[in-house]
């Protein structure tokens, strides 16, 4: 019996690698295949924040186009295998090793591919990096909370839409798109009869994505504070409704100050990507979701079309909603967000026609800049529309893997922008490069408020004179310095010190150790459930019983990296008494002082290569 369980085990392990080198194929090449902008950031806070909602025909399609071809691998792989063995046994375990020779190596290269289009590895590896240096976000911040707002006597209301992954690239060329053809002709001639900060030009202009704002809840997040959002803080905690942000002041915040009813609209589950933790801590306001219109009874209990409910019922529901609010005396700031165009390849509705054949997102697009226009028109006729604002803006560029196949690479992409019935002109007609947090003050600036900043946030008041920071350092150098972490967001990003979180980064956290020249380089790591601004400081104590038990006492320095922070010491210990050692933590943070925070013995160490964090750019 014992003899024919270790004859299995062989077999068995050659299975199950061959299982997982075909997941890990699978799963990257559909990553690589279907999200070719994906970023750390973005698996980072998805993985950490609520995915309720989710469009399962994502799941579903990646089932059928990458799980299925993986199965039946694996089922062709074990076949051939099974027919070599009853031929000649011996030659099983060399083809067998053959098999998983030739996986491995495809594996290594689609993971090099992958990372080539998305630097998501690099962008890990670097996360587990100290960071120093200047906080550019720190430098260039202007807190709302510090900044007076004059509203007008009779305060404006606002109506904001999402647009979801909808860019002026989807123009022609004349119109400052990207494409021979204009898959949203309407939606063009309305910005260009509005705001977009063009200037004189006659063609479309809109905002640039820069790191921080490439996903529906950090364009959100970027849109309404001025900030992008970053992964240098504790997201477990973003799906509470007090946990979001909570040192922030964001336009739901401002407007809620002065009286406004903060409502919002979206086909989907609010729950999906902490949205409602969002909407709920700045502004309090009402949601209406898919969650909603089941409570309500507009749908039944089991429908679902796409994420939700399609943007037809959207736009009829907003219809309803603002006629109620446009009852009362106080103003409105009315947010909506459509779904319908969200990759890959949008959701075809009734409504949707075939003016470009065979090319489905296209068509999409083009029903959604129906949609609209038919619902800005319909506002326009409205009581209440000459004391309103509109802003159109799409959230983020889209994920599609391959509707922008054919935009010349040197095109830069923006976002669709457009801001009808401002309270205000540009106090100068030109062509403005701007980032999509610049709508911050913009926005409050359309309503005819009046701020002693034109910075708020990060972002600037596109209607003043006041450069951009994308004008006054270059987008390149926004891309870099909003690609770092911030201590500032850190220190915006969390809930008080409590002893639970105390109580979680003692029982997560570990201790890692290099060779430095031949001495021990100590960096503790994951006890970024704590806030970074909160910890006063940390200390490690070494002792060295391969030195008759000495004592060592360090300050380890508190470095910022890409997703939180690590304490680190450079220690003169030699390395090769690394197996001797035992480490202790104190920590002062809150009412502790110099607290015992964790013991690390050697058979816990975790060996790091400093050469390839040096070699990681």
Request: hydrophobic share 40%; proline share 3%.
């Amino acid at each position: 019996m014992k003899k024919s369980i270790l004859k299995a085990i062989p077999t068995v392990l050659v299975y199950l690698f061959l299982v997982l080198l075909l997941v890990l194929f699978g799963t990257i090449s559909y990553l690589a295949n279907t999200w070719k902008e994906l970023t750390y950031q973005e698996i980072l806070f998805h993985l950490r924040t609520s995915i309720e909602g989710t469009n399962p025909d994502m799941v579903i399609s990646g089932l059928v186009h990458y799980g299925i071809p993986m199965l039946l691998l694996f089922v062709v792989l074990v076949v051939i295998l099974h027919i070599i063995k009853k031929k000649n046994p011996k030659l099983k375990m060399v083809v067998a090793a053959g098999m998983l020779l030739v996986l491995l190596v495809a594996n290594i290269f689609n993971i090099i591919r992958f990372n080539n289009n998305t630097n998501v590895i690099t962008d890990y590896i670097n996360s587990k990096k100290g960071i120093t240096g200047p906080d550019f976000v720190g430098e260039n911040y202007v807190d709302p909370a510090t900044v007076s707002f004059t509203f007008p006597e009779k305060k404006r209301n606002l109506i904001y839409i999402y647009l979801e992954s909808m860019e002026m690239t989807y123009a022609n060329k004349e119109n400052g798109g990207g494409f021979d053809f204009n898959c949203i002709p309407n939606l063009t001639k309305l910005s260009e009869e509005n705001d977009n900060f063009s200037g004189d030009s006659s063609t479309l202009n809109g905002g640039i994505i820069l790191p921080g704002m490439q996903w529906t809840t950090a364009a959100l997040f970027a849109q309404s504070s001025g900030l992008p959002m970053q992964m240098g803080v504790d997201e477990s905690k973003s799906d509470k409704s007090d946990g979001f942000f909570p040192d922030m002041t964001a336009i739901g915040d401002i407007l809620q100050n002065e009286g406004y009813q903060n409502m919002v609209q979206l086909g989907s589950s609010a729950n999906f990507g902490a949205l409602a933790a969002f909407f709920k801590d700045h502004g309090d306001f009402t949601i209406h979701d898919l969650n909603w219109a089941y409570e309500e009874g507009l749908i039944p209990s089991d429908y679902y079309v796409n994420w939700g409910y399609e943007d037809e019922k959207l736009f009829d529901y907003a219809k309803t909603d603002l006629l109620e609010l446009a009852k009362s005396d106080q103003p409105f700031n009315y947010t909506m967000f459509t779904i319908d165009t969200h990759f890959e390849d949008g959701y075809v509705c009734r409504l949707c026609g075939h003016e470009f054949g065979d090319n489905q997102y296209a068509n999409v697009m083009a029903c959604s800049d129906r949609q609209v226009t038919d619902f800005v028109n319909w506002i326009k006729q409205q009581d209440f529309y000459d004391n309103t604002t509109i802003v159109i803006t799409g959230d983020h560029t889209t994920m599609d893997s391959d509707f922008c196949n054919d935009v010349d690479d040197d095109y830069q992409r923006k976002t669709y922008t457009c801001i009808i019935n401002s309270a205000v002109s540009p106090e100068k007609e030109e062509f403005r490069e701007y980032a999509t947090m610049d709508l911050f003050p913009t926005t409050l600036a359309a309503l005819g408020v009046e701020i002693s900043s034109n910075r708020l946030g990060c972002g600037t008041n596109l209607y003043s004179s006041d450069k951009t920071l994308i004008e006054q350092y270059g987008k390149d150098k926004c891309n870099d310095a909003f690609s770092k972490p911030s201590k500032l967001i850190m220190t915006l990003a969390n809930d008080a010190f409590t002893d639970e979180d105390l109580a979680k980064a003692q029982e997560v956290s570990y201790m890692e150790v290099a060779d430095e020249d031949g001495t021990v380089r100590f960096r503790l790591q994951d006890a970024d459930t704590l806030n970074m601004s909160d910890v006063r400081s940390l200390k490690l104590s070494v002792v060295d019983y391969a030195d008759n038990e000495k004592i060592y006492d360090f300050d380890m320095d508190i470095e910022a990296n890409r997703v939180g922070w690590c304490g680190v010491v450079h220690s003169e210990i030699p390395y090769d008494h690394l197996d001797q050692l035992m480490c202790r933590v104190y920590i002062s943070i809150g009412d502790y002082e110099n607290y015992i925070f964790k013991d690390f013995a050697p058979v816990v160490f975790k060996i790091w290569d400093i050469n390839m964090d040096n070699s990681i750019e």
